[in-house]
């Protein structure tokens, strides 16, 4: 396939952020006298935004009758250290910079606020990704296609066009809602066993970001 461009995740797949978002976890829970949780848990809880996350980890979910302000809170917090510990994995910025050599275009589309995710991009990836698009109004979270079409729209192609790069069952069914192929690595949050059981047997898998290369060839 003649692809033009490529859509990556953010968390797992170009970025390592669990540290990040375990230790602002972490201080939520200590603030609001909870139970510190692992990064293993955090791990496997995050990749649908900040209020899945915090549903998923708090011991009594949304039913907390202070899970608004945990939320906000978490979210402020997470905001002003997103960039302590994060950084991108190894040989993401030379698949990147070799993508861009060769002419394709590049968009990040994220579960994160649209601000993380954008100044997480001009931190680490501005020579290369020409669109950012995290959680904003009028655009519903991954796995709903919008955000993909939102990108596809800003780097003016189709879907015939694009092919989605991700760690996460949430990404596997982005790119199903999307119509778009998908390409999972196995450097991120989730296992190959864990996204076969939600259907990604079809899928190109990956164990380094420079095997990618060898599939848009």
Not at 45 to 71: H, K, Q, T, W, Y
Not at 144 to 171: F, H, N, R, T
């Amino acid at each position: 396939m003649d692809y033009k461009a490529v859509i990556f995740d953010m968390d797992g797949t170009v970025l390592n952020t669990i540290e990040d978002l375990t230790d602002s976890v972490n201080y939520i829970m200590r603030k609001f006298d909870l139970p510190e949780k692992t990064l293993d848990k955090v791990q496997h809880s995050v990749g649908s935004g900040a209020a899945v996350l915090m549903e998923r980890i708090l011991p009594d979910g949304r039913d907390n009758e202070r899970f608004d302000e945990i939320l906000e809170a978490y979210k402020a917090y997470y905001f002003d250290h997103c960039n302590i510990k994060t950084g991108p994995y190894k040989h993401i910025p030379e698949l990147l910079a070799e993508l861009k050599k060769r002419g394709y275009k590049m968009a990040i589309v994220s579960n994160k606020s649209m601000g993380a995710v954008r100044e997480l991009r001009d931190l680490y990836f501005k020579d290369y990704v020409d669109v950012a698009i995290g959680v904003a109004e009028g655009l519903e979270r991954k796995p709903a296609p919008d955000e993909c079409l939102e990108a596809m729209k800003q780097l003016g192609v189709s879907k015939e066009d694009c092919i989605y790069v991700g760690d996460s069952e949430i990404d596997h069914l982005t790119a199903v809602n999307t119509g778009l192929k998908c390409i999972s690595c196995l450097w991120g949050f989730r296992t190959k066993e864990e996204l076969l059981k939600v259907g990604a047997e079809n899928n190109y898998f990956v164990n380094d970001p420079l095997e990618i290369l060898d599939i848009l060839k």
